[in-house]
């Protein structure tokens, strides 16, 4: 008869010996790891909708802008393109969808899921595991930020409309580049700073939206009904990148305040409000296994 009991004869542990790659490596793995679950790779394809529709509405401006300067003589398409810095007038909403849904993605689920806890059991800390989902975050939302304006640039310089000279090339791919980091920086701070308040992803996109629209009303009203200076208006969290986009390309803007270093401070404060609310919360944060 066969014998189907088992027995262990001795238990212990043995000392890991593997290579030790440290907190480098760790804070590259949450960063992949995130861009991958926020852009739904490895997951159901109802989990790749929104970010793959979010980032084709953003290119599909640029695709037909580069379609028209191909088909269409300089002389006659000069008046139906839009200026580098007026492309994020055509992609708002596009960018708006995608910052609703990135941060909340990125940081709720691990506390939802109870595997905060692991993170922080690796040579992580509770800011390095905040920093690495800040890289992520910022890195996918330039996708919307950056890319677009890029692929502009690419498309009219390979159809021989771009900028004139290696000079006027690296001028304005370097605005491109300001401008595009700026508003990924700004976004990143915004919606981690809202998905740090809750673990449920559904509230934390709803908050950063309401966040969105509301500061809107409130700095419009504000302005309107006490007759206060525009710069009012930048408390209105769509104000302030878009205004300091405008100012990286040397253009006046859209509200009537000279000082651009007022609105590179409004940028700045809104962005550390952002990340410092974030970081604040996450030190309190009771983690639980």
Known sequence: MTDLTGRIHEGGYR????????????????????????????RPARAKALPYLSVLIAY???????????????????????????YYGFIAAAIVLFVVFTGP??????????????????PLTRTTYLFAKAVAVASVLTLVTLGPPLLLLIGRVAQGDGPDGLLGFLSVFARI??????????????????????????????????????????????????QLSEAFLLLNLNIP?????????????????ESTALVAAAVIGWTAAGFGLAWWRYQTLRVTR
């Open 15 to 42: 000392k890991y010996e593997g290579e030790r790659l440290g907190p480098s490596s760790a804070i590259a793995s949450v960063v992949r790891q995130t861009v991958q679950r926020v852009m739904g790779q490895r």
């Open 177 to 226: 580049t300001a401008a595009g980091v700026t508003m990924a920086l700004f976004y990143t701070g915004i919606s981690m700073g809202i998905s740090s308040l809750t673990d449920r992803r559904a509230f934390a996109a709803g908050g950063t939206l309401l966040a969105i629209i509301g500061s809107t009303t409130v700095a419009a009203t504000f302005v309107a009904n006490f």
């Open 105 to 122: 993605e990125a940081l709720c689920p691990d506390r939802r899921s109870k595997v905060l806890s692991l993170y922080l059991a690796a």
């Open 241 to 257: 990148a878009n205004e300091m986009v405008q100012r990286i390309y040397g253009q006046p803007g859209f509200l009537d305040v």
């Open 60 to 86: 599909l401006p640029a695709m037909v802008f580069v379609g028209v300067v191909a088909l269409i003589p300089r002389q006659v398409n000069d008046s139906f393109l839009p200026a580098y810095h007026d």
